[in-house]
């Protein structure tokens, strides 16, 4: 008799459970929780309106600070000391006129409107106080859909979506990749990112993963930036520093720091931050490849390819990336891998997808304690 096969289907799900993260699934399976206990963040609602075609790389600046107040008259001064302590703190305190013209709310609103009505040159958020809402340089929500294609012992294919998504400062990154056919894919990860937006760049408080099989119960990894530190779902803590990136949050910081010439995009360059991967922080490093020409399904589009400097350790997947000055240095192609013969490549299929610019009635209302 003939030893009986096992279903495709099971054979196929096991594959891509390797291909999304094998044996470190199982290797840190204390991080992971059940969907009772801690829930992964609801998604913003944004609505894509408008696509994003490729355009002249726009040329950034900084937006000049507004002239300091002209200091108060001596007799002023002098009346001030004669007041109570608190008095005389509130009148010294400069009150620029609402309107005043050429105020930093000026030029952040005027640069706004330039960059979305034609190529103009876009404001860095340096001179922005923190407690400020986000300028222009800060893409608005998009949605990248990509082509899946792989290999494990084989090619493997399917479909994946980044989506940036923003409302005022705060902001969610979702990486969703799927092994299969749409309508029926074998296994799914989502890959999520929530914080806000500082003059710093991108400020994670949480990074979730979920991972979706066929048959049996999602699995889930948290970590949850507190301060200086960052928390795992089993209680082990680790320093996250300043600046420092989760798996789904570092593609768009990347975006912002070369759309703000805060890193200069050529070859032998080097971008360094803090990097919390599952399995452990690294200080990781990403090196300028250099500038080359892609083929994609929206014809040949000019990117810059940015790859590790080094090996992840644990079996951890780590990406190379390909950023396109012409679609505001978006990451049009990713290339994620687990080793030399485990890896899925995802390039763009199509225009990326934008929302309208937010109105103040759209932002979150912030208080003052």
Do not use: C
Not at 34 to 41: Q, R, S
Not at 162 to 171: H, I, N, P, S
């Amino acid at each position: 008799m003939k030893a009986a096969r096992p279903p495709v289907l099971l054979v196929l799900a096991v594959l891509a459970l390797h291909l999304l993260g094998g044996h470190e699934v199982l290797r840190i399976h204390e991080g992971w929780m059940n969907e009772t206990t801690h829930p992964m963040p609801p998604r913003m609602k944004v609505d894509f309106v408008q696509e994003l075609k490729p355009r002249t790389p726009v040329t950034v600046r900084s937006i000049a600070p507004a002239p300091p107040p002209e200091p108060p008259a001596r007799p002023a001064a002098v009346h001030a000391a004669a007041q109570p302590a608190s008095q005389a703190a509130s009148a010294a305190e400069p009150r620029p006129p609402a309107s005043a013209p050429g105020s930093v709310v000026d030029a952040v609103a005027g640069a706004a409107s330039a960059a979305l009505e034609s190529v103009e040159p876009v404001a860095s958020a340096a001179s922005v106080p923190f407690d400020s809402e986000p300028g222009p340089e800060w893409p608005l929500s998009t949605r990248l859909s990509y082509v899946l294609t792989g290999n494990y012992r084989g090619p493997v294919s399917g479909q994946a979506q980044v989506e940036w998504l923003r409302k005022g400062r705060d902001y969610q990154v979702h990486l969703d990749v799927s092994i299969g056919p749409s309508f029926a894919p074998l296994i799914t990860r989502r890959m999520s990112s929530q914080g806000q937006l500082t003059p710093d760049g991108i400020a994670p408080q949480r990074y979730d993963e979920e991972t979706k099989l066929i048959f049996g119960e999602p699995r889930r990894f948290n970590l949850v930036f507190l301060g200086g530190e960052v928390q795992t779902a089993a209680g082990m803590r680790g320093a996250a520093p300043r600046g420092a990136q989760d798996a789904a949050s570092q593609f768009v910081h990347l975006t912002w720091l070369f759309l703000t010439g805060r890193e200069p995009l050529q070859a032998g360059h080097v971008v360094q931050f803090r990097l919390m991967l599952p399995s452990r922080p690294y200080d990781w490093a990403y090196e300028v490849v250099g500038e080359e020409l892609l083929d994609t399904p929206m014809g040949p589009l000019s990117a810059w390819h940015l790859k590790p400097r080094q090996a992840a350790a644990s079996g951890d997947l780590v990406a190379e990336a390909w950023f396109a000055p012409s679609l505001q240095y978006l990451p049009v192609h990713l290339v994620i891998r687990q080793d030399a013969n485990t890896y899925i490549d995802l390039m763009l299929k199509s225009a990326p997808l934008q929302a309208a610019p937010e109105s103040t009635n759209d932002m979150p209302r912030r208080t003052t304690p």
